[in-house]
């Protein structure tokens, strides 16, 4: 059934927002979808159920310049602009948030902070992997201990001669277990909070897969696990400096998402949208009960706020204008409709709308790991409720 609505997909864009796009990001736009329609759906469900990672996406991923859209071509990655990213995150998330969280924690969380705080013997080295996905990175900011405020870290790296010890452990790491390199972040000393970059195979350096989620099945999350790792001078992000650091990568991760999560949305939507045109009750389609009607109408002007949303963030973004506040209320938003979306469709499509034949259930349950990562829903209100009163209410 899910392949079969696939070939039909088309988005939704009720208000033509496309009149604001390039022609380049539409072009960009429409083959990732194009792709996503090929190569992810006949397998993302199967990945889903069986909790199976699909590896051989990364390298497809990097093909089609979905790792490191914006970063400079100069270092493998495609230079675009910031909407053209956020329409990649878009369709990637249209297949699974899975298959989006691995190409913006690879674009946001490592080649982001490797290009921003790294020494340029770390970009050349790093980035052109990532960038085609031979290498998979990582993020390490939260731990078992602390997870909303990351202020808090246990994680301790000191200085010993000419290198760097790190001890200490990382929790809920999307890719850790297959990553090639982590970025990871620590206090020193004087409890300030550097980067580094650990390698695969470093001694003391482990990272043990997380099982039994219901979330995000076809994605891999574990931890990271430093026991008196050795950590060489050269990896550690030179321009990295205190908490700001990992949460300009958290930002643009976080701008990813309020794209992203459209995607989810309109997948949803538009399996309801053909199920309950062919479904018939009482002797008539679904779709021409009034219930009906008023839930997708609703949904259809909620997703058109939360397009409006993502563009103009985009838009501010591209201009360098936005603000971490902005992307705070977009993720908060757009995920939180994208989520009432999923559960709504599924409801449209009654039993038939619990099995793997739809996505929803894989959408919704996917989306409540991301109304949570990336700073969860109550953390982004409280964003926004200090910028509008000045108060912090966080402590
Ligand atoms: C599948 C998955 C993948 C992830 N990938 C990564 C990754 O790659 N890298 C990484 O570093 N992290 C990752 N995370 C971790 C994620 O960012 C954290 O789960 C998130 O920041 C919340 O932390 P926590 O789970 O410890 O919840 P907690 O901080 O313990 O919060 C629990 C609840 O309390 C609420 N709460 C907390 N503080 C306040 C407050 N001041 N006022 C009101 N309510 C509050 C929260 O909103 C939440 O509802 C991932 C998580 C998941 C589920």
Same mark, same amino acid.
């Given at each position: 059934?899910?392949?079969?609505?696939?070939?039909?997909?088309?988005?939704?864009?009720?208000?033509?927002?496309?009149?604001?796009?390039?022609?380049?990001?539409?072009?960009?736009?429409?083959?990732?979808?194009?792709?996503?329609?090929?190569?992810?759906?006949?397998?993302?469900?199967?990945?889903?159920?069986?909790?199976?990672?699909?590896?051989?996406?990364?390298?497809?991923?990097?093909?089609?310049?979905?790792?490191?859209?914006?970063?400079?071509?100069?270092?493998?990655?495609?230079?675009?602009?910031?909407?053209?990213?956020?329409?990649?995150?878009?369709?990637?998330?249209?297949?699974?948030?899975?298959?989006?969280?691995?190409?913006?924690?690879?674009?946001?969380?490592?080649?982001?902070?490797?290009?921003?705080?790294?020494?340029?013997?770390?970009?050349?080295?790093?980035?052109?992997?990532?960038?085609?996905? *031979?290498? &998979?990175?990582?993020?390490?900011?939260?731990?078992?201990?602390?997870? /909303?405020?990351? =202020? %808090?870290?246990?994680?301790? $790296?000191?200085?010993?001669?000419?290198?760097?010890?790190?001890?200490?452990?990382?929790?809920?790491?999307?890719?850790?277990?297959?990553?090639?390199?982590?970025?990871?972040?620590?206090?020193?000393?004087?409890?300030?909070?550097?980067?580094?970059?650990?390698?695969?195979?470093?001694?003391?350096?482990?990272?043990?897969?997380?099982?039994?989620?219901?979330?995000?099945?076809?994605?891999?999350?574990?931890?990271?696990?430093?026991?008196?790792?050795?950590?060489?001078? *050269?990896? &550690?992000?030179?321009?990295?400096?205190?908490?700001?650091?990992?949460? /300009?990568?958290? =930002? %643009?991760?976080?701008?990813? $998402?309020?794209?992203?999560?459209?995607?989810?949305?309109?997948?949803?939507?538009?399996?309801?949208?053909?199920?309950?045109?062919?479904?018939?009750?009482?002797?008539?389609?679904?779709?021409?009960?009034?219930?009906?009607?008023?839930?997708?109408?609703?949904?259809?002007?909620?997703?058109?706020?939360?397009?409006?949303?993502?563009?103009?963030?985009?838009?501010?973004?591209?201009?360098?204008?936005?603000?971490?506040?902005?992307?705070?209320?977009?993720?908060?938003?757009?995920?939180?409709?994208?989520?009432?979306?999923?559960?709504?469709?599924?409801?449209?499509?009654?039993?038939?709308?619990?099995?793997?034949?739809?996505?929803?259930?894989?959408?919704?349950?996917?989306?409540?790991?991301?109304?949570?990562?990336?700073?969860?829903?109550?953390?982004?209100?409280?964003?926004?409720?200090?910028?509008?009163?000045?108060?912090?209410?966080?402590?």
């Amino acid at each position: 059934m899910q392949n079969r609505y696939a070939t039909s997909y088309r988005g939704f864009d009720y208000l033509n927002l496309d009149a604001e796009l390039t022609d380049e990001q539409k072009l960009i736009r429409d083959s990732v979808r194009a792709w996503v329609t090929q190569s992810v759906v006949p397998i993302i469900e199967d990945c889903a159920q069986n909790n199976k990672f699909p590896r051989e996406l990364f390298n497809q991923l990097g093909e089609i310049g979905a790792l490191g859209p914006y970063i400079p071509t100069e270092y493998g990655g495609g230079g675009l602009d910031l909407i053209s990213y956020g329409l990649i995150m878009q369709e990637l998330e249209r297949g699974d948030s899975g298959v989006r969280s691995a190409a913006s924690v690879q674009t946001s969380l490592v080649m982001y902070p490797i290009w921003k705080y790294g020494s340029e013997e770390q970009k050349n080295k790093f980035l052109p992997k990532l960038a085609k996905g *031979e290498f &998979i990175g990582c993020f390490g900011l939260t731990e078992p201990s602390h997870g /909303s405020d990351p =202020s %808090s870290m246990e994680t301790k $790296i000191k200085k010993q001669g000419d290198k760097y010890i790190l001890n200490g452990a990382k929790m809920w790491i999307t890719n850790s277990p297959i990553a090639d390199v982590a970025v990871v972040w620590a206090k020193n000393e004087e409890g300030f909070i550097m980067g580094c970059l650990v390698e695969k195979g470093m001694k003391g350096f482990s990272a043990p897969e997380i099982k039994n989620k219901w979330s995000l099945r076809a994605s891999i999350t574990g931890e990271l696990i430093f026991e008196d790792v050795e950590i060489p001078e *050269e990896n &550690i992000l030179p321009n990295a400096k205190g908490l700001k650091a990992p949460l /300009s990568c958290l =930002s %643009s991760a976080r701008y990813g $998402i309020s794209w992203g999560s459209m995607g989810a949305a309109m997948d949803c939507l538009h399996h309801a949208v053909e199920y309950s045109k062919e479904r018939k009750q009482f002797g008539k389609p679904l779709a021409g009960f009034q219930l009906t009607q008023k839930k997708l109408a609703e949904m259809l002007t909620d997703l058109t706020k939360a397009q409006l949303l993502a563009l103009q963030l985009g838009k501010l973004n591209n201009a360098g204008k936005i603000t971490p506040a902005q992307i705070s209320m977009g993720k908060r938003n757009n995920v939180e409709t994208a989520l009432r979306i999923a559960r709504e469709c599924r409801q449209i499509c009654g039993a038939m709308g619990i099995t793997g034949d739809f996505p929803f259930m894989r959408h919704a349950m996917n989306l409540e790991s991301v109304i949570t990562y990336e700073g969860t829903h109550e953390v982004h209100l409280l964003i926004t409720g200090m910028d509008i009163t000045g108060e912090n209410a966080f402590g």
